[in-house]
């Protein structure tokens, strides 16, 4: 039996590794805290929110008394860490946010992995392990690529963006604690994800609800930046092979060898949109719409994920088309959850960031 605490689990990309270890490993608990932001949302876990293996505690990652008296109470075996602050745009508005939940956050964490693990001796469970802090990151803290090239699991930090920046920071103290403390740890860095449940401020989310409801299509400036995508729950098989095989102190990166350009991916969206709504060819692409640059925008996101596919066997199932189609079609068929997701305070924001542009 193992107790895992999962953090961030009603986000995007949290979700659907909850899903995925509720429903594959019965025999596993699974603990999600969530301080549920404006991105975490338990509709997002409706299928699975009633089994006996998982339980939900609403709170923040960076309150250290609940998160003592969690580990307390549970004794957990291992951490999936995915809670953060994960919007470029919004670290650019608000930065000091992404200081405290992405550093402060996961250092709270370490700090209670640290506390409650120092007795136990390591020599069963995961991969001759019996505890694992599994820390969820991201390629962008490599910066970014020019035209060719890609980042390997040696590529030197070079964060851009105040996201990037404390995600980096993060994955720092993470590796701190694993040389200074000898915490067993594991970091993984992905490529950007689509798929189900994504909240609408990401690029293709967003795109489609606004084709959908007919609204423009903001492309920043001139949509040349390159962005590696990887549907969603291809990331959470590879989050399962890295948290049950991976080498305890190692890096993997995660990515879906398949660049698209911005404005090639929303002019192949804008057709799949027109077939799916029964719109003439070529309407939807009417909505797009340049506007101003993202500061700081890094060009180009390449992984090279060779040494996951090569040392764990894990590999991308899924063609770009096949899923962005899927994506659609959820979202088409999931107006209700669009609907709840993009109300109250999300027109707001998202006019108002619209208007500075
Ligand atoms: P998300 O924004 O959809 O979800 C984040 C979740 O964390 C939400 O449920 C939110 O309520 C929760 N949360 C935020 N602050 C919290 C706090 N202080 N305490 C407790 N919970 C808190 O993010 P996502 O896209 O699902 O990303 C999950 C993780 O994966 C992040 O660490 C992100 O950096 C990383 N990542 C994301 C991508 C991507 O393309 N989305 C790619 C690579 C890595
Ligand atoms: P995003 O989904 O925010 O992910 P990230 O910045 O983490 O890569 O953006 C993906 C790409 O799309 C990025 O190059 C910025 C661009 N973008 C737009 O052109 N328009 C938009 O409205 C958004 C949100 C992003």
Redesign the pocket.
């Known amino acids: 039996m193992k107790h895992i605490l999962v953090?961030?689990?009603?986000?995007?990309?949290?979700?659907h590794v909850v899903r995925l270890f509720v429903n594959k490993y019965p025999n596993y608990k699974i603990l999600n805290?969530?301080?549920?932001?404006?991105?975490?949302?338990l509709a997002n876990l409706k299928d699975i929110e009633k089994n006996s293996n998982y339980e939900f505690v609403k709170?923040?990652?960076?309150d250290a008394k609940l998160v003592q008296k969690l580990f307390s109470k549970h004794t957990f075996d291992a951490v999936i860490?995915?809670?953060?602050?994960?919007?470029v745009d919004r670290s650019i508005s608000n930065p000091m946010e992404f200081v405290?939940?992405?550093i402060i956050?996961t250092v709270t964490l370490l700090n209670a992995a640290k506390h409650h693990w120092q007795n136990i001796i390591a020599g069963e469970g995961n991969n001759g392990r019996s505890n694992l802090f599994y820390h969820?990151?991201?390629?962008?803290v490599y910066g970014s690529l020019g035209e060719t090239g890609f980042f390997t699991e040696q590529t030197k930090y070079d964060p851009h963006s105040p996201?990037s920046a404390s995600?980096a920071g993060s994955d720092h103290f993470v590796r701190a604690y694993h040389d200074t403390f000898q915490l067993p740890v594991v970091i993984s860095?992905?490529?950007?994800?689509?798929g189900s449940y994504?909240?609408p401020e990401?690029l293709i989310p967003l795109a489609i609800n606004n084709i959908k409801n007919n609204k423009p299509v903001p492309v920043y400036g001139k949509g040349e930046n390159i962005r590696d995508w990887l549907f969603v729950e291809d990331?959470a098989k590879a989050i399962d092979v890295i948290f049950h095989k991976g080498k305890t102190g190692d890096t993997y990166n995660i990515g879906g060898i398949n660049e698209w350009k911005n404005i090639d991916l929303i002019r192949l969206l804008c057709k799949i949109m027109d077939k799916k709504l029964g719109r003439l060819d070529g309407e939807s692409a009417k909505l797009i719409t340049f506007v101003k640059d993202r500061a700081g925008h890094d060009l180009r996101y390449a992984i090279d994920s060779s040494k996951l596919q090569k040392e764990l066997g894990w590999k991308p199932s899924l063609q770009f088309e096949e899923g962005l189609a899927k994506t659609v079609d959820w979202y088409l068929a999931n107006e209700e959850w669009l609907k709840n997701v993009t109300s109250g305070d999300y027109q707001k924001y998202y006019e108002g960031q619209y208007a500075k542009r």
């Open positions: 953090t961030g689990g009603a986000g995007f990309i949290g979700s805290l969530d301080k549920l932001t404006y991105a975490g949302n709170g923040d990652i960076c860490h995915l809670a953060a602050e994960s919007h405290v939940t992405n956050g969820v990151s991201t390629d962008e996201y995600k860095n992905c490529s950007n994800n689509y994504h909240f990401k990331h």
